[in-house]
Nanobody, 118 residues
Framework: QVQLVESGGGLVQSGGSLRLSCAAS????????AGWYRQVPGKQRELVAA???????NYADSVKGRFTISRDNTKATVALQMNSLKPEDTAVYYC????????????WGQGTQVTVSS
């Protein structure tokens, strides 16, 4: 069973920066696509950024140029550097590991709150 522990959320002013980190344990980290999602009350959870084991990245249009996802397969960690934060980035952010090969597996962290004040 994979366990994900997130850290780094908090309160920041508009234009500021935060770095989220996620540490994984319990499985071979490199077989998973790692990602960050976010959710606000009343809305569906949405993909913010994802990164494959080989380093290919994908970003939501709303965060391109401001957020950077990275991973360290040797330490089993994934990070999200968030710059130029906006109030609309306020959400609970979730770390995710997804395995697309059989057995398909999908794991979530507990979530960390990010609040951006105007």
């Amino acid at each position: 069973q994979v366990q994900l522990v997130e850290s780094g959320g908090g309160l920041v002013q508009s234009g500021g920066s935060l770095r989220l980190s996620c540490a994984a344990s319990g499985s071979i980290f490199s077989i998973y696509i790692a990602g960050w999602y976010r959710q606000v009350p009343g809305k569906q959870r949405e993909l913010v950024a994802a990164i494959t084991s080989g380093g290919t990245t994908n970003y939501a249009d709303s965060v391109k140029g401001r957020f950077t996802i990275s991973r360290d397969n040797t330490k089993a960690t994934v990070a999200l550097q968030m710059n130029s934060l906006k109030p609309e980035d306020t959400a609970v952010y979730y770390c995710n590991l997804l395995r697309l090969s059989v057995p398909i597996s999908n794991y979530w962290g507990q979530g960390t709150q990010v609040t951006v004040s105007s």
